[in-house]
């Protein structure tokens, strides 16, 4: 049986963001992840529910402070112009206690959602993008 230590536990205060290689440094959270997609096999003498994957659907979303206009302005050129507004996202996570970096890169990120405005009195600002994508490749992990 392994053990750990508390304070090697990744904390998300220690995450970064690229978008097509820009920092991001009013990210607050990030989250991708990827929904297997299965469909039943009927197979004699099985009363299981065997499955079979026929594909897969990578979803995510990052939240920012609202500093700039930096996402309108990115998303409105392109949507006005009649291309698709997708990019590049690497997205890290490196807490000093924790016992590596992890990281992964968003090769083909569609950005799905353009907010213009969204602002209420006496609370801060912040942007929520969701997004989908289909190519992914891991840049670090954490061993044990």
Not at 67 to 91: K, N, W
Not at 110 to 124: G, Q, V
Request: charged share 25%; glycine share 8%; hydrophobic share 35%.
């Amino acid at each position: 049986m392994q053990s750990y230590n508390a304070k090697q536990v990744i904390n998300g205060s220690w995450g970064e963001l690229w978008l097509n290689g820009d920092y991001m440094a009013e990210v607050t959270a990030f989250k991708a992840e990827v929904d297997i997609e299965y469909e039943d096999v009927n197979m004699i003498k099985e009363l299981g529910k065997p499955k079979k994957m026929t594909g897969y659907e990578g979803k995510g979303e990052f939240k920012l402070n609202k500093v700039t206009s930096r996402m309108m302005s990115f998303m409105s050129d392109a949507l006005q112009h009649g291309t698709q507004p997708t990019c590049t996202l690497i997205a890290t996570l490196s807490d000093p206690d924790a016992l590596g970096v992890e990281g992964v890169t968003i090769q083909d990120a569609t950005l799905e959602t353009l907010t213009l405005a969204d602002w209420e009195a006496k609370k801060n600002g912040e942007e929520t993008i969701p997004f989908s994508f289909t190519k992914w490749k891991p840049t670090d992990t954490i061993e044990g």
